[in-house]
């Protein structure tokens, strides 16, 4: 097959099945907490999940490969509803644990925690979706944002706590590990040597062209350089890609309406775009067409969106970088 021919083929193929867009499934958002109550979902389950969950699920039936969700810095995972809404419609189940309310500096609290959520998922989740619904744990992925980010690293990386799950696919989404180089929160991830990450896994890291300028004098930039996403591309290996949305801010893949004291802050702490709707299309798709390559084995999207085939990219791509 010609260059040509396959690249159009791609295109075809991407055209058909828009990423960028909400999916052919309906989906169904459900929470679960840990405490057994009668007020809630998880009240009638033998394992309740260590951590309170956000999970968004197709409605139809049919088996589908699960993505771990991780919060960013004291946010909310209802934050993150139309993300998980986008990534669940093109069949996906969505798992975004509540890691913590309050947390100082130390990730060690929510990398253990985000284990125990794994090691739960075999025995605790299917209790919670419904029947016709399934959930091939074989096939699982594990993301964060900020400093949800950082802790899927560290996690994966075996920096603490184990899990008894195979991870296919790692997505950091704007990761930060602390306030500066020198400055990392501990347990620290970046080691500052190229492609150290000793990862058996495929990696994506998507950043934000706006997460590393300050908004005012008053706050420090969100996603500083030193510690941002470039520096945790630099450490991948094979198999990695790397996307940085130009004009886009660190915040804006959240909800475009964030409520309560938290909510109103992500408005007004970190330099945003002009709306939040391109960048949460733009990281719903690509994590979509990540998850299609490497868990399902259908690259066409993901390929599309490298070679600048999809016409449907919400965003302007300030950098595209991909170690196969």
Known sequence: MSSS??????????????????????VVLQRAEPETT??????????????????GMPCEAGEFPLLLLLHGYLLS?????????????????????????????????????TAAITNWLS??????????????????????????????????????GNTDRKFSALIGVDPVDGM??????????????????????????IGSGLGEVKRNPLFPPCAPKGVNHEDFFNEC????????????GH??????ETKGIRGKSTYCVCKNGKSREPM????????????????????SHLMAIRDGLDETLPVELQIVKFNL
């Open 5 to 26: 021919t396959s690249s159009s083929a791609v295109a075809s193929t991407a055209a058909t099945n828009v990423v960028f867009e909400i999916g052919k499934y309906k």
């Open 38 to 55: 009668c007020s809630t979902k998880s009240s009638n389950i033998p394992v309740p999940p260590p951590k309170p969950l956000l999970i």
């Open 77 to 113: 995972n209802s934050f993150y509803s139309q993300l998980i809404q986008h990534i669940a419609s093109h069949g996906f189940i969505v798992v975004a644990p509540q890691l913590y309310t309050i947390a100082g500096p130390d990730t060690t609290g929510e990398i253990k925690s």
């Open 123 to 160: 025995e605790g989740l299917q209790f919670l979706l419904p029947p016709h619904v399934q959930a091939n744990l074989s096939k699982l992925a594990l993301a964060g944002h900020s400093r949800g980010g950082k802790v899927s690293f560290a996690l994966a990386l075996g920096k603490e």
């Open 180 to 205: 500066d180089k020198g400055k990392q929160t501990p347990p620290p991830v970046l080691t500052y040597v190229p492609h150290s990450f000793d990862l058996d896994m495929a990696v994506m890291v």
């Open 237 to 248: 290996q094979k198999p990695a890609c790397y996307f940085v949305a130009k004009e886009c």
């Open 251 to 256: 915040l804006d893949m959240l909800d475009d």
């Open 280 to 299: 949460r299309k733009f990281v719903g798709g690509v994590v979509v067409a990540f998850l299609q390559a490497y868990l399902e084995g259908d690259s």
